[in-house]
């Protein structure tokens, strides 16, 4: 069988939403060895718990941690170097999201966004690359978004914040690829955990006339943190059926 990311130690933040959960499940059927991150318990979740009896702690290491916590996430990283020695591939999907229009936004709801989604890849990469370069390289991952790249009324921290993310990597790229480390970008679109909706729903501003689903965003994010990938850094890689917002 082939497995691609056989013994890679990666982490996954957000890993009880939706794509994080699906990246999960997908990088430990591809031979990863996984640290699963969310600010809440694991008991939250059957699927973390299955998955958990399933593989066994010395492939699936839980990790409850705020990723915008800057101590929290550094007491995440000390565990993942006790518990696996190594890291080789971060995937970051954790923010926060407030719609609002923008003078509507108190100084409160403008610095939690940019806390919990701009303020948590800074975090996590920070950590991941000085890991990485203990471990002799590794590739990063960060989830953006259409909305970082495409303005809509009523994102404008989040979008704001998905753009940052957006320059935050590519300089990651620039700056760490003498260390083997490599730094990319998903900006997923409209992502639901079924897709095709249902007769009657299709969505008529994306060409696909579907939503996407978590693990077609999980299969690119595998492709990416693979030795397949190892010439592609710096790069965005959009996966939105073609949706005009």
Request: with cysteine.
């Amino acid at each position: 069988m082939d497995l691609p990311l056989r013994d890679k130690v990666i982490i996954v933040t957000g890993a009880l939403g939706k794509i994080g959960l699906a990246s999960v499940r997908i990088f430990l059927a591809k031979g990863g060895k996984v640290i699963a991150n969310d600010w809440v318990a694991a008991e939250e979740s059957p699927d973390i718990i299955a998955m958990l009896k399933q593989y066994g702690t010395d492939r699936l290491l839980f990790v409850q941690a705020d990723a915008s916590n800057g101590d929290q996430v550094a007491d995440m990283f000390q565990q993942i170097l006790e518990h696996f020695g190594r890291l080789d591939g971060s995937f970051h999907n954790s923010y926060t999201q407030n719609r609002k229009q923008v003078a509507e936004y108190t100084l409160e709801d403008w610095n939690q966004v940019i806390q919990g989604t701009l303020t948590s890849t800074f975090l996590i990469c920070k950590h991941a690359i000085l890991l990485m370069k203990q471990s002799g390289g590794g590739s990063i991952i960060n989830t953006s978004s259409v909305l970082g790249v495409k303005p809509r009324a009523g994102e404008g921290a989040y979008g704001s914040s998905k753009a940052g993310i957006n320059f935050l990597t590519q300089v990651i790229a620039a700056e760490n690829a003498e260390h083997g480390i490599r730094a990319n970008v998903i900006i997923p679109g409209d992502i639901k955990k079924l897709s095709p909706e249902k007769p009657g729903t299709m969505r008529k501003d994306i060409w696909l006339r579907r939503s996407g689903t978590p693990d077609e965003v999980s299969e690119l994010a595998s492709f990416l943190l693979s030795d397949v990938s190892s010439y592609i850094t710096g790069s965005l890689y959009t996966i939105d059926g073609g949706i005009q917002i």
